[in-house]
């Protein structure tokens, strides 16, 4: 059973910026993609951003510009660079990681498409 601790989480002012990271408790083979999701209050948990084996990366529109993923393949972690941060942003900030088979699959977008899940790190956004 793979583990994911998410860490960077806090409390920053709107167009602050912040870095997640996710590092897994074993060893991420080459079939798994990580990403990130984010679930504000009342809310269902949504797609932020995800990365397969390949390094392809894959967006919400909302996001696209101001939000960077990344993963390191050797060390099992993946990060994501926040800048320009709005209220709408707010939210505990989930990783995941999916397995797909191949290197280069597309990610899915739904939450129950993911395996592993971390516990979540809070991002609040004051305006």
């Known amino acids: 059973q793979v583990q994911l601790v998410e860490s960077g989480g806090g409390l920053v002012q709107a167009g602050d910026s912040l870095r997640l990271s996710c590092t897994a408790s074993e060893r991420i083979t080459s079939g798994y993609a990580m990403g990130w999701f984010r679930q504000a209050p009342g809310k269902e948990r949504e797609f932020v951003a995800a990365i397969n084996w390949a390094a392809i990366t894959y967006y919400k529109d909302s996001v696209k510009g101001r939000f960077t993923i990344s993963r390191d393949n050797a060390k099992s972690t993946v990060d994501l660079q926040m800048i320009d941060l709005q209220p709408e942003d707010a939210a505990v900030y989930y990783c995941?990681?999916?397995?797909?088979?191949?290197?280069?699959?597309?990610?899915?977008?739904?939450?129950?498409?993911?395996?592993?899940w971390g516990q979540g790190t809070q991002v609040t956004v004051s305006s």
């Open positions: 995941g990681a999916a397995f797909l088979g191949s290197m280069r699959a597309v990610p899915s977008r739904s939450p129950g498409a993911w395996r592993y």
